[in-house]
Nanobody, 124 residues
Framework: QVQLVESGGGLVQAGGSLRLSCAAS????????MGWFRQAAGKERQFVAA????????YYADSVKGRFTISRENAKNTIFLQMNSLKPEDTAVYYC?????????????????WGQGTQVTVSS
């Protein structure tokens, strides 16, 4: 049974930083693509970042490019999202997702497994 557990969310002032973590279990993590998505209240879930199995290929939404960094530590079955220069519009529930294969899709429908999410709130 695949389990993804996010942590690291919280309340931060605009301009601040947070580091999200996602611990994975129940599947061969080191071969899978991992992604971060977010969903603000009343809005659809949107892509944030994705990373391939080796960490050598990453993709970012234009809205976070240059501010967020996705990374992974396969030995610990964990991925991270370092979020800097946070803005109020970054406020959302952030979800970790996992899929087999080699392509880090930006489409949430391509991902098979999801965590429960962690709330990030950025105050102005």
């Amino acid at each position: 049974q695949v389990q993804l557990v996010e942590s690291g969310g919280g309340l931060v002032q605009a301009g601040g930083s947070l580091r999200l973590s996602c611990a994975a279990s129940g599947r061969t993590f080191s071969r899978d693509v991992m992604g971060w998505f977010r969903q603000a209240a009343g809005k659809e879930r949107q892509f944030v970042a994705a990373i391939n199995w080796s960490g050598g290929t990453t993709y970012y939404a234009d809205s976070v490019k240059g501010r967020f960094t996705i990374s992974r530590e396969n030995a610990k079955n964990t991925i991270f999202l370092q979020m800097n220069s946070l803005k109020p519009e970054d406020t959302a529930v952030y979800y970790c997702a996992q899929r087999g294969g080699t392509i880090p899709y930006t489409d949430s429908r391509k991902y098979d497994y999801w965590g429960q999410g962690t709330q990030v709130t950025v105050s102005s």
